[in-house]
């Protein structure tokens, strides 16, 4: 695990507020996605094929995101200038979570970053951490359907290090799982009591 | 197109209220979620693919649901007994839905109807269409959760009608765009105003 500061990466810190989501629920919806022991397992493997090209995949999806206004308006100020400060303090922290995704083990304090990261796509603490005069939310529409191209990019990466078909296809699906478990998890503050 | 009453089946009726979704705002979807003409044409081929195996995916995904009790629920009165009716019902949907994925144009009417299907998974609508007395609503996380399974399910029956690995992959990622945007769309009445 790279050990350099990232700004406004506080996994783990206590002073983060616990997730209300509980560990039975997250095996519920580890069921809904399929997510087993295999999928942790191919993710750690997904974690050492990644580790050094994860500024290429941030490369890819901040060009992705690049391309597009309505994407970039979510880093950018409310009269639409991108903030190159945000965007790279940003990129630091995804960086870490695709090695976390791959390496973490999905407990407690997970849970609680997983919240952490939701509510920081919302309202109540979007900007927050780097201080900056942002849009003060990311729809969560967009939100799910970063799904796609947060999975699908990915594969390409996957495949580069000399795996075979059989152990790629493994650790694309894990990844899958995983990144579609933690949009369910971020949708939480979005949504009406009761209805989440 | 099967030609079939579906009970329930609502796509295209004057009574529907129209979903409060615009086009341009679709369109913006389909660019985060990477959905191209190409796209919907490998879902047109995945329709004729799809066609004769409805059934069999079907079977697949009630298999999936009957095994898991926090999703058997959701087709459950609120003690937790199944409703077979209710769960014949929506299987005939269900059948349809996977091919107005592939076949319908995503226009105002598409759009009218992701609403009402939206609405049916939750308090306000659920139970609604079949006069059933199931639990009043299926929390957004688990929706959010099934783009997995159903998505991933789908990929062998695409694979089994000799087309090319290009082909089948471009009707597999069309399939995860497709759903994905959807789920996206379903997530609209569980929100909080202004932060969908």
Not at 32 to 56: H, I
Not at 133 to 158: E, G, K, M, W
Request: hydrophobic share 40%; charged share 25%.
């Amino acid at each position: 695990m790279q050990k350099t500061m990232v700004p406004g990466y506080a996994y783990g810190s206590a002073e983060l507020p616990r997730s209300p989501v509980g560990l039975e629920e997250l095996d519920r919806l580890k069921a809904t996605v399929m997510f087993t022991r295999d999928d942790a397992e191919a993710l750690r493997l997904a974690g050492d094929v990644l580790e050094d090209q994860v500024e290429d995949v941030l490369d890819v999806w901040y060009g992705f995101v690049a391309d597009h206004p309505h994407l970039l308006a979510y880093f950018s100020t409310p009269d639409g200038q991108p903030i190159q400060a945000y965007l790279d303090r940003a990129r630091q922290r995804f960086g870490r979570w695709i090695l976390d995704t791959c390496r973490r083990p999905y407990d407690r304090s997970w849970l609680d970053y997983q919240e952490e990261i939701a509510l920081r796509h919302t309202h109540e603490k979007k900007n927050t951490a780097d201080g900056v005069d942002s849009v003060d939310n990311i729809p969560l529409r967009h939100v799910i359907a970063f799904i796609y191209p947060i999975t699908a990019t990915v594969r390409p990466f996957l495949a580069r290090k000399g795996h075979s078909a059989e152990q790629v296809e493994a650790m694309y699906q894990a990844w899958f799982k995983a990144v579609t478990l933690q949009v369910a998890l971020w949708s939480r503050p979005y949504v009406r009591d009761g209805d989440w």
